[in-house]
């Protein structure tokens, strides 16, 4: 499952000058974050690394919570589609391979967004809307691999996918664990005998 992507800087999000006032804002986020942690996020330090009057970013974010969650939220409006390698456990470990490229990639805005997200309950929030989304859209994984018998009829996706995926978060977000060469292949095993 993909986890939490940044917009690359300069890229066009539709809307207009809002639409642009946003991406500045939400580029100035991202950076601030992947320099200094939660505590060099302030709206008025957002504000000068975006080069929108202060008034603007108060008015429409106001406070250092609603830009994270802010930011959560452009990244859950960005596209992602569960890979379909014609099998369950290629399709978990290609979602694995996508989570930790995403959490061993250096800075990592997953991590920092991740980490952040534990000092606003806003950014918690958005945080958990996150995941949720990704996990509806992930559930199609499961249910082909019903249709191909690879599942039980009865398997929970939600399951399936905690059982591949959360493992991984455990070990390189919390436990900071080296990457091992098979640390995606090995839990989406454990997510493919969940699923039978």
Do not use: K
Request: net charge negative; glycine share 6%.
């Amino acid at each position: 499952m993909e986890s939490i992507p940044q917009a690359p800087p300069g890229a066009a999000r539709p809307g207009g000058r809002t639409a642009r006032t946003r991406e500045r804002v939400l580029d100035a986020v991202a950076s601030l974050l992947l320099e200094g942690g939660f505590d060099a996020l302030t709206v008025d330090a957002v504000a000068t690394r975006s080069g929108v009057h202060r008034t603007t970013v108060y008015r429409r974010w106001r406070d250092t919570g609603s830009l994270l969650a802010d930011s959560l939220d452009a990244a859950r409006e960005q596209r992602w589609r569960p890979p379909d390698t014609g099998s369950l456990l290629g399709d978990l470990t290609e979602i694995n391979h996508q989570i930790v490229a995403a959490l061993t990639e250096e800075p990592s805005i997953t991590r920092a967004l991740i980490t952040a997200s534990f000092r606003s309950p806003a950014a918690a929030h958005a945080l958990r809307m996150f995941w949720e989304d990704r996990y509806t859209s992930a559930a199609v994984v499961i249910e082909r691999a019903v249709e191909r018998g690879e599942a039980t009829s009865g398997a929970d996706s939600r399951t399936v996918l905690i059982a591949s995926c959360a493992p991984i978060f455990y070990e390189l977000t919390l436990m900071r664990s080296p990457v091992s060469e098979d640390i995606a292949e090995r839990y989406a095993r454990v997510g493919t005998a969940a699923a039978t």
